[in-house]
């Protein structure tokens, strides 16, 4: 499975962007898709994550801001993030997992300017 993460940029506060998370693989068959980021110095932490039952997690920081969603089709997953703040600005990583593997995406960098 490889996952190709795009979508990033610069863009300033209260502004919008779409990540896009390109799946080699069957989105559908994913026991979990999801999306992490990765702020300098810090720790990478779940943002968004959509399971294969539907169930949807976000972190409390992105709770009314953002939505996962995913395309079956495609097998693409995207991130919609509204009303960005400069605390969202990190590098964001696509996550996908297939049974007991995890597989990383290369991150797509966000930053937002005040």
């Known amino acids: 499975v490889q996952l190709q993460a795009s979508g990033g940029g610069l863009v300033q506060l209260g502004g919008s962007l779409r990540l896009s998370c390109a799946n080699s693989?069957?989105?559908?068959?994913?026991?979990?898709l999801g999306w992490y980021r990765q702020a300098p110095g810090q720790q990478r932490e779940l943002v968004a994550l959509i399971t294969s039952g539907g169930k949807t997690t976000y972190a409390d920081s992105v709770k009314g801001r953002f939505t996962i969603s995913g395309d079956n089709a495609k097998n693409t997953v995207y991130l919609q993030m509204n009303s960005l703040k400069p605390e969202d600005t990190a590098l964001y990583y696509c996550?996908?997992?297939?049974?007991?593997?995890?597989?990383w995406g290369q991150g797509t960098q966000v930053t937002v300017s005040s």
């Open positions: 996550y996908a997992s297939y049974l007991l593997n995890g597989y």
């Open positions: 693989g069957s989105i559908f068959s994913a026991g979990a």
